[in-house]
């Protein structure tokens, strides 16, 4: 049966945000001036107008819309499920967190464990193209932490995202997608069934109303929620001009510590992290690095060792012989004083069981595994 009293301030919440006008600011205005939006709606034109814009005075004061009136439905049917909820700056499960960065979404749509938005956290981001070295970065780095009992933090897009949110799950922090959709849409449909999982195990997490598609101007604004939730950012793979570049701005102006890994000097991947390091984010090469910079957190587990990738002789010298920045096949096959042919079918193995990759334009390089 549901509550009547919290159905009727949920659709107040709901109405105000819906209002023509309204935006955290303005709404944070109104909130500071007249209390909770019943308090808002039962003010005068005069008292309204002499907050906001006579437009929105007369948009606040205007009858309930029918889309408006419909959305209400939808979304109070929707947190009535089991795991649902809608969070609003009143509400004391409202992340703490969130409340000291200078925009703080007037709701929050939550989908799966509420109790990881009052855990300690760490956001791990970086690019959707990223490399098969990166990708495997984001698992390590972010299962050894979420094993040390942090959540992760990122966005549910492809690439490092992916990563970081499966390393997460395989820890005791789980981890935390804060989505640039509604709650009820999964965005990009590649990802559902790890969306399902994250609603399953940990969290899910939306300012926007249901329904609501993936406009592009959503992503980059869902960034300092993603940062704002987090004591810090680790960037892995991030591109000159990339949105992760915005988060850790977004992180640094919020007080937030910025990690970030660097790469090869030849990869596009690599110059948004070295920028970032130059500007003063701190250069790590294992997750103990964020922890011991993190300071003292909530009790530890042991962590999981990796296990020593073995190998036939032949095969460690081709490794050895590789390293980690891109070389061409002509060059190594010097390296190893072997043919090309022989090279080839080394590589392909290794490529297959995940230690090598292969770059654009034909360049190889070898991928750490731990």
């Known amino acids: 049966m549901i509550d009547t009293d919290w159905a009727r ?171 640039g959709t509604g709650a009820d849409t999964v965005y990009p449909a590649r990802n559902r069934a790890l969306a399902h999982q994250i609603a399953d195990q940990g969290c899910i997490v939306s300012e926007y109303a249901l329904g609501e598609g993936p406009l592009a101007s959503h992503f980059p604004r869902r960034n300092r929620i993603i940062s704002g939730l987090s004591r810090g950012v680790l960037v892995i793979e991030a591109a000159a001009q990339s949105g992760s570049l915005i988060t850790a701005r977004m992180a640094a102006e919020q007080g937030r510590d910025v990690f970030a890994i660097p790469g090869s000097i030849h990869s596009p991947l690599s110059k948004g992290c070295h920028l970032l390091i130059r500007q003063g984010a701190k250069l790590v090469d294992s997750a103990q690095h964020i922890l011991e910079e993190l300071g003292e957190l909530p009790s530890r587990l042991p962590a999981v060792k990796t296990p020593a990738v073995s190998g036939s002789a032949p095969e460690c010298m081709v490794l050895s012989a590789l390293g980690y920045d891109p070389v061409d096949m002509d060059t190594l096959a010097a390296r190893c004083e072997i043919g090309i042919a022989e090279l080839s079918a080394r590589l392909l193995t290794h490529e297959l069981d995940g230690l090598v990759e292969t770059l654009p334009g034909g360049m190889i390089r070898r991928v750490a595994t731990s």
């Open 9 to 179: 301030d949920l659709a107040r919440w709901i109405r105000f945000e819906q209002t023509p006008g309204i935006g955290n600011e303005t709404g944070r205005k109104l909130l500071s001036a007249f209390g909770l939006p019943q308090q808002v709606f039962e003010a005068d034109f005069e008292a309204l107008a002499a907050v906001v814009p006579e437009r929105v005075a007369r948009a606040l004061l205007a009858p309930l819309s029918s889309d408006t009136r419909a959305l209400i439905d939808k979304t109070l049917d929707w947190a009535s499920l089991p795991g649902n909820r809608v969070l609003t700056l009143a509400d004391e499960d409202y992340p703490r967190q969130l409340l000291n960065i200078s925009d703080p979404p007037l709701l929050l749509y939550i989908k799966g464990r509420i109790d990881l938005l009052r855990a300690t956290s760490i956001a791990v981001v970086g690019s959707r193209n990223a490399t098969a070295q990166g990708v495997l970065n984001a698992e390590k780095f972010s299962e050894s932490l979420s094993r040390e009992c942090l959540t992760i933090v990122s966005g549910q897009a492809l690439g490092i995202d992916t990563a970081a949110h499966l390393g997460g799950l395989r820890g005791v922090g789980s981890t935390i997608a804060v989505i």
